[in-house]
């Protein structure tokens, strides 16, 4: 949706811009990396590092983030943080973009990364404004406008709302990989992992091949066989953009998998594709949890942890009672205590589980990374690992 006329080696600044949300409201602002129009669903981020990883985290295919951190670009850009091969974010909003960079590994300014990808983005809008706004509105289409000459406000505000919507978007295969491809296990090779890209961030399989893992990355399109083919210990079920009610072809595949009692874990979208896999529905979150400091319980051990999310659907499944499912029983495992959003499901009876939010942690805090090694353990168990995880409830 991104349409970029032209950016200049040493930024846009000075070149007005305007940000229109879809119920009228404006703001304006100047030019953030290249210049020109793009849309998308307004989302923010209350994450204070890590702008890299988010710009490049595929689940942001079609939104327009709005960092609530004030400065932005202070570390500039390097070559090892980026969670896939280009951003996915279609419009960036920040309040006050860094002047000069300055970090050891900075090889450019997010500026000029923003206009060498096309990536109309707007600054010195007041994003406390813009973000209260969304939390009291709900998360909306957007439209940022750049140059010298803009069009009329009501032109502007006709094009939003042109724009589609999130709720219903079928988004996955745009962002996954085409091709099948290996990640190499770290050392020692112990398990082999089918891992299903939805939208995989480049964290992920690296968590997994730290452990041991080779992960086998398939398309979004692979079906059960194309699973069953790499002789899996495990499958797993990666992040991704766009509605979880449209992901029919994903739900079906880990259907087979529970069939065939393998052990399953997912992440996020995978989080929502085994909610409806076990029959439960999902829904869209008003604004949604985007960040690196969501407080989340894991209920099996009465633990709190600080968690990185972005997810704007969530998974509605009971909180207070254990469900019977066509796989057996089910639980919500994590929950967010900010708003008792669910944030994990597992089965009782056999060796699958998943997260809402990113053990992956990149950029974020590491409480989470046992989940990983959880899996890994699923994996060795020879398939009893739910039941011990069972007896360990507080
Ligand atoms: N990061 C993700 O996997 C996001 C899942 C889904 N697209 C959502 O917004 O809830």
């Not at 490049?56 to 980026?82: F, K, L």
Request: with cysteine; proline share 6%; glycine share 10%.
């Amino acid at each position: 949706m991104t349409t970029s006329t032209r950016g200049t080696a040493h930024g846009t600044r000075g070149i007005p811009a305007v940000l229109v949300l879809e119920d009228g409201r404006t703001f304006h602002g100047r030019a953030y990396g290249a210049v020109g129009e793009t849309f998308g669903e307004a989302v923010f981020s209350t994450g204070m590092t890590g702008y890299q990883e988010t710009l490049t985290d595929p689940s942001y295919h079609r939104q327009v983030v709005v960092m609530t951190a004030p400065h932005i670009g202070n570390t500039g850009v390097n070559d090892e943080d980026p969670e896939s091969q280009r951003i996915w974010v279609a419009g960036y909003v920040v309040r006050d973009p860094a002047r000069i960079p300055s970090n050891w590994r900075s090889v450019r300014s997010l500026d000029d990364e923003l206009v060498a990808q096309g990536i109309v983005g707007i600054s010195g809008v007041d994003t406390r404004a813009l973000t209260r706004h969304l939390r009291e509105r709900g998360a909306m289409r957007v439209g940022i406008f750049s140059g010298d000459a803009l069009p009329d406000a009501g032109t502007m505000l006709a094009k939003v709302r042109q724009a589609p919507e999130m709720k219903g978007a079928d988004l996955s295969a745009q962002v996954a990989t085409k091709e099948a491809y290996v990640v190499p296990a770290i050392g020692e090779k112990k398990f082999t992992v089918a891992a299903i890209d939805l939208g995989i961030k480049g964290m992920t399989p690296h968590r997994m091949a730290e452990r041991g893992i080779e992960v086998h990355v398939l398309p979004a399109t692979a079906t059960v066989e194309d699973v069953y083919a790499v002789e899996p210990d495990g499958v797993f079920f990666s992040n991704g953009p766009g509605d979880p009610a449209t992901a029919d072809h994903p739900v079906s595949v880990m259907r087979g998998v529970l069939e065939r009692r393998t052990p399953l874990f997912g992440i996020c979208f995978g989080n929502q594709i085994l909610g409806r896999a076990l029959g439960f529905g999902t829904y869209k979150l008003k604004y949604g949890h985007r960040g690196i400091n969501q407080p989340v319980q894991d209920r099996t051990t009465g633990k709190v942890e600080v968690t990185a999310h972005n997810h704007g659907f969530a998974v509605d499944a009971p909180l207070d009672k254990v469900s019977d499912t066509p796989f057996g029983r089910a639980e919500v495992s994590h929950v967010c205590l900010n708003d008792n959003v669910v944030e994990g499901l597992q089965l009782l009876d056999q060796p699958a589980f998943s997260v809402q939010y990113h053990p992956e942690a990149a950029a974020g805090p590491h409480d989470a990374a046992y989940l990983f090694d959880r899996f890994v353990a699923l994996m060795g168990d020879d398939n009893q690992h739910s039941v011990s995880l069972e007896g360990q409830r507080a």
